[in-house]
């Protein structure tokens, strides 16, 4: 009867506080809890696999709960999306004992970057899904991201406001690939795991290379300087979207 | 002197009352205007290639005004970007005599109408952006297409509320095509003209052949019948664009 649900999520963060329950503003962790508590009448916490920025995006976040044991069986998805505001849909959910953890049992996680690589126009029903940087040199990017794959102390590419001290991340992998619309190119990162906006901070240091203002000896001696006020400003979080939980 | 300026606009018309200067709410017309007066300390009229419904958006709207004679080497596109809300933005401007009219002159239209095809799940992020109408017989409704081609008496697929008499026009073309992501369909209709909600009538009628509800003979005698009544409803409004306007 410990009945733990995993749920499958995707949410346009546009106009969201970040995945996290605030004092202020509308989160999805808090829209999902809302929720929860319609459907059963009762407090129910959700944890998420990790905190998203306010703005990010997800296609494939994934979260649990442990529901009253009277609703064993409802079809969670079809449940939620009928009180879930039209920007967060639960994608798919599955039933799982209690040894699963969102947080705790992931192994990896995707995330894709947007960004709009066309110089002369933009296309305003894209601007909160894209960094519109304008023309980047792709290969030197592509091949900057030799400097990044594998493991390496990656606190370069940490934000204050954590108290995590290992900052040591293996990223297995990053791929530049063709986006929506053929003005936009992806960033796909894959990694062990993610310090504060580290995806952010690695596609704000590869568009520099894109922009010929960092070469890749410079990237290579940003991270072995482990400082993060030598490294490029946070990219911006709308690029941003959670696509891969691996658990 | 007599010197008029010719905008291309593209627009994200989720949260917009339309084109068209209302009472109450935002339009396009509306923020165009007042980016111009603005700009210009005048009160300066716009005139677009058409109306677009509340919800409807642009990649290739056209307008014209006329600035005061002083105004006559402003940079437009960067002028009015700098002061309309990102929603909105001017792609190009071209000086032109007075003998161009934005609506009077144009010779066709084109418009996009993106349908969700996929029937398992739905990204939030392009809600606002697409019907979502599940798994639709792709084929099926390109073959329709057929009766919709041509010069033809479109009375069925014009909504009550214009004085426009002469229901005649002609469909250059209607294709399907791929859309931004792998799991939507793109309806493209070029016509000589549109008349009210007549795309997104065509779109409704082609999407109830795409469900087996609708036959291509039945759609021929729908359109031959020239009765509204006998359509079906109209698609909603999130999914269309004005891709092009031809002068």
């Known amino acids: 009867m410990d009945m733990r649900v995993r749920l499958t999520l995707a949410y346009d963060g546009t106009g969201y506080n970040g995945w996290q329950i605030q004092k202020d503003g509308l989160t999805i962790q808090g829209e999902l809890e809302k929720a929860l508590s319609r459907i059963c009448s009762a407090s129910i916490r959700v944890h998420g696999s990790g905190r998203t920025d306010a703005g990010v995006h997800a296609l494939g976040q994934v979260a649990h709960f442990d529901p009253p044991p009277k609703f064993l069986n409802v079809p969670w998805n079809r449940a939620l999306n009928a009180v879930l505001p039209p920007g967060i849909r639960v994608l798919d959910f599955a039933r799982t004992d209690r040894k699963f953890h969102a947080r705790f049992s992931a192994r990896a996680k995707q995330y894709s970057y947007t960004l709009w690589t066309q ?3 933009f296309y305003p029903q894209r601007r909160n899904f894209v960094w519109n940087t304008g ?17 390496h102390d990656f606190n370069c590419f940490m934000n204050k406001g954590t ?10 992998n990053i791929l530049l690939a063709p986006g929506f619309t053929p003005q936009e190119t ?17 596609v ?13 000896a410079e990237l290579k001696s940003i991270i072995q300087g482990r400082d993060r006020a030598l490294a490029p400003a946070t990219a911006p979080a709308r690029g941003l979207c959670l696509e891969h939980v691996t658990y």
């Open 119 to 121: 110089g002369a126009f």
């Open 135 to 151: 023309p980047l040199d792709l290969e030197a990017m592509q091949e900057a991201t030799t400097c990044l794959t594998g493991s």
């Open 163 to 172: 108290e995590i001290t290992d900052t040591i991340r293996t990223v297995r």
């Open 186 to 202: 992806v960033v796909w990162i894959q990694a062990d795991g993610f310090l504060k906006q580290m995806a952010r901070n690695i």
């Open 204 to 216: 704000s240091a590869l568009v520099q290379v894109g922009r010929k203002k960092l070469s890749q």
